[in-house]
């Protein structure tokens, strides 16, 4: 029976060109390649809103008031004799001021944030399970005949 195809084995009963005739085998393994790509993990929305909050401002505020003030009539606040008055006096009218908070709001600009984004680096160990073939030689020790032929018989 004949080698399978692909086997490059020489006769078994010529020792010369065994010896002749270089025996190749082609030893394969797995390589980890590891590379990076770059995908979207969030997205950010930035948006502004007014929080409306009450505050107290004391306001230091004048009025005018009335101040009546008596005085004892002397002799030359008398009018002459002779000389009549009106009897309610002459009508005098003042005008009282006061001062009152006038409060508005106004729109300021106080602040300016500026919003970006780096980039930071930091390693990370990543694991694969890779193959590897490994060659035996397996040397044999009984005499070559058809009992000991190495590959399966069909």
Known sequence: MSP?????????????????????????EGRLHVATERVAVERVRIAKRIVTETKM?????????????????????????????????PVVELVLHEEVPDVSTRVVAVERVRISTTSTAADRIEQATVRREVID??????????ASTPWPRR
Request: overall charge negative; cysteine-free; aromatic content about 0%.
């Open 57 to 89: 401002v004391t306001v230091q505020v004048r009025r005018e008031e009335l101040v009546v003030e008596r005085l004892p009539v002397t002799s030359t606040d008398q009018h002459p004799r002779g000389e009549h008055q009106n009897p309610t006096g």
């Open 137 to 146: 030689v397996v040397e044999d020790t009984e005499k070559p005949g058809p």
């Open 4 to 28: 399978p195809a692909g086997r490059n084995d020489p006769p078994a009963g010529d020792p010369a060109v065994a010896a002749a005739t270089p025996i190749e085998v082609v030893r394969s």
